[in-house]
């Protein structure tokens, strides 16, 4: 059975004949009201580009390189932070889903649940996820081809999934490498499922080196693959934003720099009307 395309996440619809939408934020929850702070700027850049936005954070990194990184603020603290998120700006939130346990209650207030790339073939994780009644994003692993993810679609639909995303983040090429073969993006499509390309993601060095002990990533390439993505035919971009990368407390170097983020959008902005008119 085909994904149910287009995919509706509160009044955010995304997939077929739907305007190219955004999933962005930063990557983790950090002290303070950052996060919030993130929020309300991205829904006025929505409202200014006419780019309709799904807010994400993590409120747990639980695959974070070393165990003494900073994971995040909690499931109890983030939700009453998404709570807030939600009232601040409008829009509709997504975050990470790393057991089954927590999909429930994650769903009380989530309005899409993201299954990260890692755990992209865990049956109950995700079994779990679509039982919610949320639609659920999932993360293509790593380690995985394009079409294998027709075994995740059948999957969530079986399991009652009301909507599945795809996401595209690169490729395991070696040691520390990912790559992006732009034909994914049709291929994924072919389930059925909207398909989402995680332009940040991408441009990670998941290798730490040596008795290393965080990863790194190529931030300056974020712009070029998010235009190639969208060029490829995307449904939506995935892009995270931070303040200032290079004092965030998870991910900084493969995340977009939360001022730049308009000059990249109206970019692709530009290539999705040129490719949907001819």
Known sequence: MAAANPVTIGPVRIGAGHPLA?????????????????????????QVLGVPIVFKASFDK???????SYRGIGLEAGMKVFERV???SGLPVTTDVHEQAQAAPIAETVDLLQIPAFLARQTDLLEAAAQTGRPVNVKKGQFMAPW????????????????????ERGTTFGYGRLVNDFRAIP?????GAPVVFDATHSVQLPSAGAGGTVSSGQREMIPTLARAAVAAGCDALFLEVHPDPDKALSDGPNSLRLDDLETVMRLCLRIRQAITAS
């Open 148 to 167: 294998d993810m027709g075994n995740v679609v059948s999957k969530l639909t079986e399991a009652g999934a009301p909507g599945i995303l795809l996401t």
């Open 22 to 46: 955004l999933i962005a934020g930063p990557c983790v929850m950090e002290p303070g009201e950052m996060t919030e702070r993130i929020a309300v700027r991205l829904a006025e850049l929505g």
């Open 62 to 68: 639980a695959n974070r390189t070393s165990g003494s």
């Open 187 to 191: 291929q994924m499509q072919a389930t």
């Open 86 to 88: 939600k009232a601040l």
